[in-house]
Every structure is written in structure tokens, then in C-alpha cells.
């Protein structure tokens, strides 16, 4: 499954080149074979008919508006579930409809070193003319249908679906983000045999991502209807049936080899402790098992059998999830795998359908505690939330039929980062020492960064990331301490061209403190992006001055709004000392619009404050 949470910075190179690959293909997609593709779609219809043996056919319509050049259709499928056929093309001629002959169906695989089962075929729309397109597409595995979305790469005016359930099966749905939809209608009808469902709109369009098109909607906020089809016996009881379908699937994965059994009793020889056993086989996955492999269908959800991630020594986050959990069990700690939805996914893990997750993770009950383990997280500890994963919900597989949990975020009274900064006005320069501290995961970016660097490299980036921090001053005498609880930086900052005497007054500008927002060095900030944790800064600059001056009245700014708050005071502390100070409090984790708007309001004024200089009268002797 995509997305874990380390993979794309301890896995960089392997993620940049999935990513050119795919960008590739985009631009087949764009491009093909010469051809620009500049698609408007007059509507298209899917009818989606389940069938009593728990497979399903969905038959599609394309309606194509005349355009002045060919374009090639892509019409992207999974080898292992799905089997495309009766690709028909056809001209529209007022109400009727001629068929014409396709000269080649164009084909090739979309199997890239870390997607797996998915082929794309390519059919030519003639020019000059309105066509039809048609094809059907038949699934073995009903869970696979579990979503419809109701948003567009083309241009399409209309968006039609039409669903057929046998009369012993149940349709469950959940419509996320309908807000955004132009157009939405629905309604069902019901036979002696089956219901019908009828659901029309004018889907939002968007900007292709060359994820989305093998599904992975990534930091995506777009209409997407959630489904899940269940038999009768699991009428209104939709949490239960993907539970009991899950847990079928993944059994043929587990059971451990004495092999593996014997490397489990030899890292927890002598220890009784369940939480210290936990802890002892949690970092030995995160530390000796390589993240691999971003696969789609149903390879995203079904794990490797455990014994072949040992063997191996890889795997991606249900391969990793399922294997810990197994070794918990084999230790006597009751452990099992939930299915998530980390920040950046389209749905949260509220509703039981596969297209509401992106993610496994293991779990493990100690002291009557639900407790999160995530093995493609190497930072993430034990008994904390898992970073990604904050303010979302996880379904945990069990045998007791399925629970959904609530992973709770970590507050920003947890999360402070402390910056203190001793400083003195020289005649041309402004020299001292800063100390920086982050405690509970305020540093976990830096972690991630620093992570495996050795003593020279560490120090190097420090350098860099510092200077950039206090706005390209000066950086030296560099000491960074990491630890499991907090993160320690201290070292000295040599601050130029901030100072300037007219012989009346001293005017200081103070542009080098630290920005608000670390993670992020742009100025003002776009929606969906995600700050990864709640935080608590507190920057306090202590300035003396090299000559008296005389007492002013501090400036100060206060801005507050839910779970974002910015307060600055500038002050006098004697006739030769001033204190720059601010606290910032963020709650929020991932910014939609509003929140975007009122932070970017609250990095534009304190960019204003720190720009103006301070005016210090000097005292006269």
C-alpha cells in the first residue's frame, strides 16, 4: 500500500523514480503517439450489476463531443480481478447509433517496478465526428467495488451511474464531500428481484495526478461515494461483513515457521514484561525490515504470507503490520491489524468500504490499552499516535466483528519547541548563542531528516537548516542532541546589518527570528497542506544593547481564532537589555481553506511587525 509514513523521505530515490515513471505515463496519456489529447466528454454511463455469486459487471458508455483531431481513450484495469471486453465504437447520427470498425486496440503494461496487475488499454476516437465508446468490464471480487467518484480528469458534462443489487444483497453508501458537486441527484426503485440505484451529476473537475489513475487519491478533497455490497446475512451490519472478509483473506497469511519462531524467543530471551517484549520485536521490524512496494487492487490490502517477510526482510505496511502482529501473538500479547486512512487520503476511516483506507497498521492491547504500532514509521513510539494518522480513524480487524477507533492527536502543550536566543549588539554585528529544544514530536521532521547521517553530515545539515531558520545569517559552533523524548540544537548566531544609529535613536530590525512555521519556508501557506503536528513555539530573544536607551512602551499583537493563536510583545527589560518574544499555538494538523486563510492572515502581520524596525531613543547622559 502507498502510504506509509517514512517512505517518502527514508526511500527518496525509490519514490522520486515511481514518480518519474508515472509522470511518464501521464504524459503518454496526455501525448499518445503524437496526438494531444484535449478530451470534452458529453456524458458518460457506468451500470454496475452485481450478480449472486459476489462478482459484478459494469458496462460504460462514453459519449465523446466532435473534436478536429483523434484522441486515444485509456481504459486502465487490474489483470488479477478484472477482464475488459466488447469494446465497441460507434458513430452518433442524430438518435441512431452506427457502429464502425476499430482498427487496433492499443495495449501495454502499467506495471511499474512498484505497481503490480495493471494494464492500460488504448482506444483511437476517430476526428469530425460524435462517437460512442463501449465496453464492459466484469470483476470476480465484489469488495472491489467500493467506490464511485464524482469528479473528472475531462471535461464532461454529465455523469450518469446506474446500480442493480440482487434482492439478498445490501447497498451501503457514504458521499463524501457532496458540498463541492454541482449537480447531485439520486433515487432507488425496488423489484421483486433486485433494487436499482440511479445517481446523476455534474462531477467536479480536476487536474489529473498520475497516482490517481491506478486509485490512489492523494491529498485530494474531491466528491467520492463510498460503498460497500453486502449478502443479506450481514444486513445492516456493514462493519462486521468487511471485518469477516478481511480476516478470511489474510488467515492463508499468518502462522509463523520455527524459524522465525526461534529468532522471536532469542530478542526477548529472559524478558517477561508484555510492553518491553513489545517494544523489544516493534523496533526490530522498524530496524531490520526494508520498506518495498506500492501496489493497487487488492495486492494494496493482502499481505505477503509472514514467513516471506521475515525471509525476505521487506515489505510495505501490510506486510510489515500483519508479520509484528503474528509475532506479538506468538509471544502471548494480544495483537491484530487495522485497516487506516492516513492525512493525505481522500476519506477518513469512518465507513466500511476498502476505498476508505490507504494504510495497515498493527495494534496491541497492554494494560487494557489499544496500543498503535506502525512498522513503516521508524521515529513512531510506542503508546503515542501514530504521526500520520492524528484526528483519524482506524477499523481494527479482529474476531470480534470489527472496531472502529479513534486515534487521537497529540496537543500542542506536548509538542513545544522552545527557542532562546542570548544576544548583543557589537558595532556592526548582532552576536550570541541560541538554543533550541523540541519536545514530544515537534522534531520529528528533523528525525526524519537527520536520521542515519553520520557526525559530520548531521552537523552539516544543521548548518544549513539553521541559517535558513534565522534568515541567512550565521551559523557556528554547532551542537545537536536527539533522544526519544526531545531534540536539542545550540550553537552560535552571528546576525549582520540589523543595527543602524543616526545619533538620536538606534533602529533595530529583527527579521532574523525564527519563522513561525519551520516545516514550511514559503510565505504564505496553500490549502490541503499538512504541518504534520500540533505545536507550541516560544521564541524568546534577549538583546542587550551597547548603549543606554531610554524606556518605551511595548508593542505588542495578539491574534486568536480556534486552535490557531499568535501572540508578540516587544519590551524594554532596563535601559541597556529588550526582549523579543512570541508564542505561537497551533491545534491543527491538516489546513483546509479557512484555516489556511487565517494562518497566511497571521504570517502576513507578523511579517509586518518583524520588517518594521524598532525605534530605541538613546538616553541622553
Not at 119 to 125: E, L
Not at 153 to 176: A, G, H, R, S
Not at 289 to 299: H, L, P, S, T, W
Not at 570 to 584: G, L, M, Q, R, T
Amino acid at each position: 500500500m502507498y502510504n506509509c509514513n517514512d517512505c517518502l523521505l527514508e526511500n527518496y530515490a525509490k519514490v522520486k523514480k515511481i514518480l518519474n515513471a508515472l509522470i511518464l505515463l501521464l504524459f503518454i496519456l496526455c501525448n499518445f503517439k503524437g496526438y494531444c489529447q484535449d478530451i470534452h466528454l458529453e456524458s458518460i454511463q457506468e451500470i454496475i450489476e452485481v450478480k449472486d455469486d459476489s462478482s459484478f459487471t459494469n458496462n460504460v458508455s462514453i459519449h465523446f463531443k466532435k473534436s478536429d483531431e483523434r484522441r486515444f481513450y485509456p481504459i486502465f484495469y487490474d489483470t488479477e480481478l478484472e477482464k475488459v471486453s466488447d469494446i465497441k465504437l460507434f458513430i452518433k447520427k442524430r438518435k441512431r447509433e452506427k457502429p464502425i470498425y476499430i482498427k487496433k486496440i492499443y495495449e501495454e503494461d502499467a506495471k511499474l517496478e512498484y505497481i503490480t496487475s495493471k494494464k492500460i488499454k488504448y482506444v483511437m476516437i476517430p476526428a469530425d465526428k460524435e462517437i460512442k465508446l463501449s465496453y464492459s468490464v466484469s470483476c470476480k471480487e465484489l469488495m472491489y467495488f467500493s467506490s464511485l467518484p464524482f469528479f473528472s480528469y475531462n471535461q464532461l458534462d454529465t455523469l450518469n451511474y446506474k446500480i442493480k443489487v440482487p434482492e439478498n444483497f445490501e447497498l451501503v453508501y457514504n458521499t463524501i464531500y457532496k458540498e463541492s458537486i454541482p449537480y447531485y441527484k439520486i433515487d432507488s426503485t425496488k423489484t421483486e428481484t433486485s433494487s436499482v440505484w440511479n445517481i446523476k451529476v455534474v462531477p467536479q473537475k480536476v487536474e489529473p495526478d498520475p497516482f490517481q489513475f491506478f486509485g490512489v487519491y492523494k491529498n485530494m478533497r474531491n466528491p467520492l461515494m463510498r460503498i460497500i455490497v453486502t449478502p443479506d446475512s450481514y444486513k445492516n451490519r456493514p462493519t462486521n461483513y468487511i471485518n469477516d472478509w478481511y480476516s478470511e483473506k489474510v488467515a492463508s497469511k499468518k502462522g509463523l515457521n520455527y524459524q522465525v519462531k526461534q529468532k522471536i524467543d532469542q530478542l526477548t530471551a529472559n524478558i517477561k514484561d508484555p510492553s518491553e517484549i513489545t517494544n523489544i520485536i516493534y523496533n526490530y521490524v522498524k530496524n531490520n525490515f526494508k520498506y518495498v512496494a506500492i501496489e493497487v487492487g487488492m495486492g494494496a490490502f493482502i499481505p505477503t504470507h509472514a514467513n516471506a517477510v521475515y525471509l525476505n526482510k521487506e515489505g510495505d505496511c501490510k506486510d510489515l503490520s500483519n508479520f509484528l502482529s503474528e509475532a506479538l501473538r506468538y509471544k502471548g500479547i494480544s495483537s491484530d491489524i487495522a485497516l487506516a486512512a492516513t492525512f493525505d487520503h481522500i476519506s477518513d476511516c469512518d465507513f466500511p468500504s476498502l476505498s476508505s483506507a490507504n494504510h495497515v497498521i498493527a495494534v496491541a492491547y497492554l494494560n487494557g490499552k489499544v496500543v498503535l504500532l506502525d512498522p513503516t514509521d521508524s521515529i513512531h513510539r510506542e503508546g503515542t499516535p501514530v504521526e500520520s494518522l492524528q484526528d483519524r480513524n482506524i477499523l481494527i480487524v479482529s474476531s470480534k466483528g470489527g472496531v472502529f477507533h479513534n486515534v487521537k492527536s497529540f496537543t500542542p502543550e506536548e509538542n513545544t519547541i522552545l527557542y532562546q536566543l542570548e544576544l548583543k549588539e557589537d558595532k556592526t554585528s548582532i552576536n550570541g548563542t541560541f538554543k533550541t529544544t523540541y519536545k514530544g514530536i515537534s522534531g520529528n521532521f528533523l528525525r526524519r531528516r537527520i536520521k542515519g547521517k553520520n557526525q559530520k553530515e548531521l552537523l552539516d545539515f544543521g548548518n544549513v537548516f539553521y541559517e535558513e531558520i534565522f534568515r541567512n545569517q550565521s551559523i557556528s559552533n554547532l551542537e545537536l542532541f536527539n533522544d526519544s523524548e526531545k531534540i536539542e540544537c545550540k550553537g552560535n548566531v552571528s546576525i549582520n546589518s540589523k543595527s543602524f544609529d543616526d545619533g538620536e535613536s538606534k533602529y533595530l530590525f529583527i527579521d532574523f527570528l525564527p519563522r513561525i512555521i519551520e516545516i514550511e519556508n514559503r510565505e504564505t501557506l496553500i490549502e490541503g497542506i499538512n504541518l504534520a503536528n500540533p505545536f507550541h513555539k516560544k521564541v524568546r530573544a534577549k538583546i542587550r544593547i551597547n548603549e543606554p536607551i531610554k524606556d518605551f512602551d511595548p508593542i505588542t499583537y495578539d491574534y486568536q481564532e480556534e486552535g490557531i493563536k499568535l501572540s508578540v510583545i516587544i519590551k524594554p527589560v532596563s535601559k541597556s537589555e529588550i526582549e523579543c518574544n512570541y508564542d505561537f499555538i497551533l491545534s491543527h494538523v491538516y489546513l483546509e481553506k479557512e484555516k489556511v486563510s487565517k494562518i497566511n492572515e497571521i504570517l502576513k502581520s507578523f511579517k509586518k511587525i518583524i520588517n518594521e524596525p524598532i525605534i530605541l531613543k538613546k538616553q541622553k547622559s
